[in-house]
């Protein structure tokens, strides 16, 4: 009798084992994780590689004409970046060989004044709310004036887009590792390698863009200079307060080649003196 109710139920017992088997093998199987994205790598971080990349080659950058977008609630903290980190005690990073810059000043509430560059570089603690303009951002505080100049242009059949404005210090070092990578792969040493990768984009920290004050606009070429765009807003543009930061005849002082597309704000009176005595921002105040 035994053995006829063992050949009942083995198959039965058999049937639940594998059943409560694969139940538990699913329950335990995880699926497989997809590595988040760095907060630059979004359209943003898309738009600044295929920049760099058309600065590079002389290709034109991107023209498309995305009208400015209403103002975003987001808040950048340069001392809570994830980019490179202190150590030194006078500036943040630098383990770049020959570079050594000291913490940017300016007078009080002038903050619209702020010279960084090879020598100076943002504050610690630096922070600012943006403003999206079409596929990028400004400074909250620059932002309205630029979509001023961009109208007032556009009145007279003008466009002036806006390519790459606000840049994190993670996008900013990326950008400049790779120049200085191009450099070293044309076997110059690190040292030199770094010094001619500043003459084209500054080390993070130093760059405008980090501070959310400047714009490239148009397209990327040198040969921008030759448009009906870039002749408007050298006639025009320190009226809403920007200046042609690099020019063709101030590349020994700046220490940066002649960008025709680069347009940094300063405020417009003081736009006005600059523009119109042909200065650069380092001669205006006197560093």
């Known amino acids: 009798m035994k053995k006829k109710y063992l050949k009942i139920l083995a198959p039965a017992l058999a049937v639940l084992l594998i059943f409560a088997t694969i139940v538990f093998l699913n329950k335990i199987k995880q699926p497989e994780s997809s590595s988040s994205l760095p907060e630059e790598a979004s359209q943003n971080e898309s738009q600044e590689s295929e920049q760099s990349l058309a600065e590079s080659s002389q290709e034109q950058a991107q023209t498309s004409t995305s009208a400015p977008t209403k103002p975003t609630a987001g808040k950048t903290e340069l001392e809570n970046s994830q980019g490179p980190q202190d150590t030194q005690s006078k500036g943040y990073y630098y383990n770049y060989p020959g570079v050594n810059p000291s913490p940017a000043k300016t007078e009080a509430g002038k903050w619209y004044l702020l010279l960084v560059n090879f020598d100076y570089c943002l504050p610690k603690g630096y922070s600012f709310e943006k403003t999206t303009l079409g596929g990028t951002s400004l400074d909250a505080r620059v932002a309205p004036h630029f979509k001023q100049m961009q109208a007032a242009a556009a ?28 450099y070293k792969n044309q076997g110059f040493d690190e040292k030199t390698s770094v010094a001619k990768a500043s003459k084209r984009r500054q080390p993070p920290g130093c760059s405008e863009h980090n501070a959310g004050l400047a714009m490239d606009v148009c397209e990327i070429r040198k040969n921008f200079e030759n448009t009906a765009e870039f002749k408007w807003l050298m006639e025009n543009a320190a009226q809403y307060g920007f200046i042609l930061r690099y020019p063709a005849d101030k590349v020994e002082i700046t220490g940066v080649q002649y960008e025709p597309w680069h347009w940094r704000y300063v405020g417009e009176q003081d736009a006005r003196k600059i523009m119109a005595q042909g200065l650069c921002l380092e001669e205006y105040l006197a560093l």
């Open 155 to 182: 009145s007279e059949g003008l466009k002036i887009v806006p390519l790459s404005g606000y840049r994190s210090l993670e996008a900013q070092e990326r950008l400049f590792n790779q120049t200085v990578n191009e």
